[in-house]
């Protein structure tokens, strides 16, 4: 089985293996680098315009937390969370059915699935954006610096990350984008203001 990965220098080295005659690196998704390319991993978070190759029953697995991916209806892509800070652990959280193929082609990356509902957030990156928006409240209020806010965390909590570290690390506009999608159905998700002007600006 031979799979191709779509991924930018930083999502390569995070992924932390080498390429090989397997696992074929590609620079952009246009094309499949052959026909004896049995699937595909996008490392590089899913656009809304991005063209989307023919992969006909062979297993596409595309960086997307819920919040487009959704939108595709086609039983070979499967949305996983690869937000960074993610795409290192030996679990990957992903919707949809995973076929033999598709196992597989995990199996080549030396990762596992954990599979979940295909719902906007999926689970971590909904609990983690929601630690990130409180966090970003607290500031707003006052109660403490960014630095103060992320020890705090980490001590209490032994998060590995403090919310701000994390939202670096993850991108503040991927939380922006999720809380906003969130918010459609819950209130509990709207953004903290604080966290809305940094996204923005």
Do not use: C
């Not at 103060?148 to 909590?157: N, Q, V």
């Amino acid at each position: 089985m031979r799979i191709a990965i779509w991924a930018d220098d930083e999502s390569w080295i995070l992924l932390g293996l080498s390429e090989n005659e397997n696992r074929i690196r590609v620079k952009n998704n246009l094309v499949f680098p052959d026909n004896n390319i049995n699937g595909f991993i996008q490392l590089v978070p899913f656009m809304e315009d991005q063209y989307i190759p023919d992969a006909g029953n062979k297993p596409y697995f595309i960086n997307d937390v819920g919040l487009l991916s959704a939108k595709l209806n086609h039983p070979s892509i499967i949305p996983f969370n690869g937000w960074k800070g993610f795409i290192e652990k030996e679990y990957w959280e992903m919707a949809g059915k995973l076929s033999d193929g598709a196992m597989e082609v995990l199996s080549l990356i030396h990762r596992k699935a954990l599979v979940v509902p295909q719902t906007p957030g999926m689970v971590s990156p909904k609990v983690i954006s929601m630690i990130i928006n409180e966090a970003w409240f607290a500031l707003d209020e006052k109660v403490s610096s960014k630095e103060e806010i992320d020890t705090a965390m980490k001590l209490g909590t032994n998060y590995p990350l403090g919310p701000f570290e994390w939202a670096d690390q993850i991108g503040i506009k991927n939380i922006y984008y999720l809380l906003k999608e969130l918010e459609k159905t819950d209130p509990l998700y709207t953004p903290a203001p604080l966290l809305i002007k940094a996204a923005l600006s």
